[in-house]
């Protein structure tokens, strides 16, 4: 068979690519025919033209040419399982779409090729990546280098330019945070070890805020360490927070896993902390600056459920996965710490106005 040779290129490296892949021949063993399609393609590579698989099924391949409508060409391999492998039983090696195949004496016209089966970023995709390891610092000649060593063939620039771009797309780029691999901001370890932990204050801490009845933002420090990741599962630094917390209930600072009665000089006023004021309990605040006598405080009531809204309630529990149960828990958690930050600021403002009453 000659070797001819139709675009630019080393003859050296062709030479050694036809001697490294043999035309397929009648008669031809393969283990599967997995590997005949893969000879079919490489073989098509070669002599620049695309093979169109006709038939494909568990016990037969059967092929054709893609590069025009009227080339007669086929190739059909029979699985056999006695034997346990593939024949090739028909082989009708003739094309009249190839350019060198072509009869300038009879005057028979060929038919260009558009498009080697090499410049096809779908063949492409597959094949660099098995050639050489594409990143950003990678050069766009290296490819079309590779693929020429490879297959023989010169592929377009702006062909390997998309080569480049959509296997480097695949690849995760560094964290923002860091530029380190393998991770992405959401995740990334710095920011876990400076993010704040769960939220313990001691007497010195609020007096911090709190000095000179300053009308200080308490979102600053009052929703420290709640920042709730739908993403952990529920398993935020908050759910821990009771390991954290001194096991002692002391008179010099608080914690929200140990509620206990506070220190009457604890906390100051805020009166810009955000968070809405139980109208009844400023009224009896009001009544106490007024010099009025306190009202005792009365216990609530929890309302009586009917045994339809207990079955309802105990039903709508049950259908809970345990990935929302945590969600809904953690959420919870969060609430309940609020509202606890806001009855200890009501708590402390209730007896400082009771003391300056019982002053006067």
Known sequence: MPVVSHRAGPELQLSRWRKAMPPIVQGQIFPTLLDFKNALRDWAIERNWTPHILDSDSHRVRAGCRSSPDCPFRVRANYSVKRGDAKVTTCDDNHTCEPFRADADLGKPHQDIKRAE???????????????????????????????QKYGQKIPLRQAQKVKSALTDRVKGPCRHCHQLGHTRRHCPQLRESAPGPMSFTQNSIAHHSNGHEDHDDGAYADGGLDYDPDDGGHSDLMDYANHNPSNNNASGFSLGHPQQLPNNI??????????????????IERLNSGEAPVPVQQAVAPQQT??????TQNSHTTKTPQEARLEAAKLMQQAARLMQEAARLNSEAARLTASAAGD
């Open 267 to 284: 906390f100051t006023p805020s009166r810009q902390n955000g968070l809405p004021i139980d109208p009844i309990l400023a009224s009896r």
């Open 118 to 148: 090499t410049g096809k970023l779908k063949f492409l995709l597959e094949a660099v990546p098995k050639l050489m390891l594409v990143t950003l610092d990678t050069n766009i000649q290296e490819i079309i280098d590779a693929v020429a």
């Open 307 to 312: 045994p339809n809204q207990l079955t309802a």
